[in-house]
Nanobody
Framework: QVLLVESGGGLVQAGGSLRLSCAASGRTFSGFAMRWFRQAPGKQRELVASITSSSATTYADSVKGRFTISRDNAKNTVYLQMSSLKSEDTAVYYC??????????WGQGTQVTVAS
């Protein structure tokens, strides 16, 4: 059983920065690919960034150059550093662990609100 707990969301002014954290417990974290999704009101959940077990990263075009995903296997934690935030980044951000292909675990989400 894997449990994910996100933290670090909040209210920030446009142009500001936030760092989200996702702490994992229950199983060996280092072997999982990890992903950050977000869901804005009235919109579908979208993939923001992902990081493999070997720390290869990918990003949605909308956040490239502004967001950075990273992981600390010693702390069982994945991070999402968000900079140059825009109002359209406002959403609930979810952490996701790829346990095996087709088997995913989700965190509870953390709200990010960017005031323009």
């Amino acid at each position: 059983q894997v449990l994910l707990v996100e933290s670090g969301g909040g209210l920030v002014q446009a142009g500001g920065s936030l760092r989200l954290s996702c702490a994992a417990s229950g199983r060996t974290f280092s072997g999982f690919a990890m992903r950050w999704f977000r869901q804005a009101p009235g919109k579908q959940r979208e993939l923001v960034a992902s990081i493999t077990s070997s720390s290869a990263t990918t990003y949605a075009d909308s956040v490239k150059g502004r967001f950075t995903i990273s992981r600390d296997n010693a702390k069982n934690t994945v991070y999402l550093q968000m900079s140059s935030l825009k109002s359209e980044d406002t959403a609930v951000y979810y952490c996701n662990a790829v346990i095996t292909p087709g088997y995913y675990v989700w965190g509870q989400g953390t709200q990010v609100t960017v005031a323009s």
